[in-house]
């Protein structure tokens, strides 16, 4: 069996209590990311809901997921649980941020700059499929890449 002390299998585990949970107080996680800072561990669960996610949802999914990550146990080590929002200008990496965002708007950093030399770009997300991103771009031109050639692709909601 894998050590539960995996970042991806200790994602996975706690994806699989995580979900139904959300669903259940209609609320969808966008990431879960299991990490070492310093000498501690962190459990970060961000959720997301239409019209967003305030500090009673936050509260309300961390309740009600506490008890079952106690029952189960995924996770080996101590860790500090944090549940929050994805934020603005949240980042995009899994294929379901991009159809949850599909014809909005993004900024991006390639990590080699673009045959006129640009590094960031802005636009709005067109398409995604099987890793190749399009997006029209600010200036109205059409621009398609690998998602692994872009250093970062956020949602530009900052205006919003």
Known sequence: ???????????A????????????????????CFLKEGASW??????????GV??????????AIDGPLDEQDPI?????????????ERELTKPGHFTACMGKKIKLRMIRPTDDGRRDL???LMG????TVSVRLD????????????????LDDFDE
């Open 76 to 88: 080996e080590q101590s860790y500090c649980l944090e549940v929050s929002s994805p934020g603005i």
């Open 13 to 32: 585990a706690v994806r699989a209590i995580a979900e139904p949970i959300a669903a259940s107080l209609g609320l969808r996680l966008w990431d879960i």
């Open 122 to 124: 802005g636009g709005v």
């Open 54 to 63: 305030g500090i009673e949802d936050c509260e309300t999914f961390s309740r």
């Open 42 to 51: 962190y459990l970060r669960i961000f959720i997301d809901k239409d019209g």
């Open 128 to 131: 995604y499929d099987g890793g």
């Open 1 to 11: 069996m894998a050590s539960k002390s995996k970042g991806g299998n200790t994602v």
């Open 139 to 154: 200036d109205g031109t059409d621009f398609s890449f690998e998602k692994r050639e872009a250093s970062f692709i956020r």
